[in-house]
């Protein structure tokens, strides 16, 4: 949940990126982490990873300077995607203030994708939250595989699958060459940061 | 497709499946690769590229046994513990009590010995003890370390921490209390609390249910946890849905229950018993159900 400090105008909030196990959301927080240098205010801590999974959660704090007046600190999570990791998930998704829920556009993971949503719509409400009322954005990741004629989804059966009901913003992304993961960050920290004005009125 | 370009397309995927650590979508695909090349004849190096595929399938098969056994908890160095109670502790003012939701943090993630250690002086805080006791006790059963949990509430009771009754009631509410035998319970200090202690017999205790293993054709089934509608001393009532007719079919008078488990709301017993009667309800919002009457033999 964000902090907002008064008296040293500094609020600080939470982005957790979501989705199924494998989708590539270390690997959107590694090009965060290369990309916008200027902005990044800590080391990428990794906790832990057995061979190439995330078992607890990445954690990356950045800043955005002032808005508005207000010194904005975020601090960016990933949760562990597979299904076993359940009860870690959610510890690392309470008090999230926005969502990144990154999908993945192969074909073999339509169902994970779907599963994930589910599990994060299940997840939020534990928590008394709604997810048509929580800042969140879709990332279809890994689009970057249909030039190497792999298996990979339509967008629009992307869209058909996970943002039918929600209707928020979606991005196409490929982690791994950086497309989409700064729009995609943007449009949640821009949703996130409109949702904590309504909230807490922090721009005055 | 002809059959080489077949081959490459699925040999592609699962070679992408596997870079990506999609262990059981690449472990498909191999299999697949490797049921297509041994039904064709007359490909070339067939056997060794058959002998690869498996090697590669017994390497993912590796990969996979090593996820599983590993669980769902690592341990972690300590510098990562330290940002785990740091980004996930929300109490910032009250230093004691913070040290005391960071050991609770640790517990959440997985650190069960870390967090049994850095919680075992809270043992000695009159106002978080009990918090902290149930806690480490949380944590042993969390490690598959049930065994554990009786000797040391029954060390806590010896040094005071605890008194008997308290004891009594941390052993009840564990996963230890089915591990009861009579003498794992801390022995009275006073004679109130030899009153008390003395309570812990199923003869005038409160019994919820029971659990009975049934046993028929001289095979023993699952245990069967059934409700107690009334109770005098060690006479329970039990009454059956007419429609659990193994149930009623396998209690009859005189019968003998030597696996039967007590549930009280401060302990779970084992013990034997003995059906006394048995008869169909003839009245009422019941009718047609049955009322079984068993007596409770001594604790074993």
């Known amino acids: ?204 | 497709m002809d059959l080489k370009e077949k081959i490459y397309s699925i040999n592609k995927e699962a070679s992408l499946y596997y870079s990506q650590g999609m262990y059981e979508e690449a472990l498909g695909k191999y299999r697949t690769l490797l049921k297509i090349i041994s039904s064709y004849k007359g490909i070339k190096n067939k056997e060794d590229i058959e002998t690869k595929i498996r090697e590669k399938i017994g390497n993912i098969n590796q990969k996979l046994d090593y996820y599983d056994s590993e669980g769902v908890f690592a341990n972690v160095s300590d510098d990562k513990k330290e940002i785990i109670k740091k980004l996930f502790t929300d109490i910032k003012d009250d230093p004691e009590y913070k040290k005391f939701e960071e050991a609770l943090t640790l517990a959440k993630f997985g650190q069960f010995s870390d967090s049994i250690r850095e919680m075992t002086p809270f043992l000695k805080n009159e106002d978080l003890k009990n918090d902290a006791a149930r806690n480490i006790v949380k944590c042993y059963e969390a490690m598959g370390e049930v065994e554990k949990i009786i000797p040391i509430i029954n060390k806590w009771a010896d040094k005071k921490i605890f008194s008997k009754k308290e004891a009594g009631q941390l052993i009840a509410s564990s996963n230890a209390a089915a591990l009861i035998e009579p003498d794992d319970l801390p022995e009275s200090d006073n004679m109130e609390e030899q009153k008390e202690t003395e309570s812990f017999s199923p003869e005038i205790m409160e019994i919820d249910s029971v659990g009975i293993r049934l046993t028929g054709n001289g095979v023993q089934s699952e245990p069967v946890e059934l409700d107690v509608s009334f109770q005098t001393g060690n006479h329970l009532s039990l009454i059956i849905s007419s429609k659990e007719k193994r149930i009623i079919d396998n209690l009859d008078v005189g019968v003998k229950l030597s696996d039967m488990c007590f549930y009280s709301p401060i302990a779970v017993f084992k013990s034997t018993g003995i059906v006394l009667s048995k008869h169909q309800i003839s009245s009422g919002p019941k009718k047609g159900d049955w009322c079984l009457d068993i007596e409770i033999k001594n604790p074993s």
């Open chain 1, 1 to 204: 949940m964000a902090v907002f400090n008064i008296q040293t105008r500094e609020i600080e909030c939470k982005i957790v990126f979501y989705g199924p196990g494998r989708g590539g959301k270390t690997t959107n927080l590694e090009y965060i982490h290369k990309t916008f240098r200027k902005n990044i205010t800590g080391d990428l801590v990794s906790i832990d990873t057995q061979g190439d999974r995330t078992l607890f959660f990445d954690f990356l704090p950045i800043g955005l300077g002032k808005i508005k007046g207000c010194d904005v600190k975020v601090q960016l999570f990933t949760v562990p995607g597979q299904p076993q990791y359940a009860s870690t998930r959610k510890l690392v998704l309470k008090g999230a203030d926005g969502i990144v829920f990154v999908a993945d556009s192969l074909k073999v993971q339509r169902k994970n994708n779907v599963l994930s949503l589910q599990d994060l719509h299940d997840n939020l409400k534990d928590y008394g939250r709604n997810i048509f009322k929580v800042p969140l954005v879709l990332q279809y990741n890994k689009r970057d595989l249909i030039k190497e004629g792999f298996p990979v989804l339509e967008i629009d059966t992307l869209e058909k699958d996970m943002n039918k009901q929600l209707k928020v913003p979606s991005f196409p992304a490929s982690a791994i060459k950086g497309d989409g993961v700064g729009q995609s960050l943007k449009k949640c920290l821009e949703l996130t940061l409109q949702h904590l004005q309504k909230e807490l009125n922090w721009a005055g």
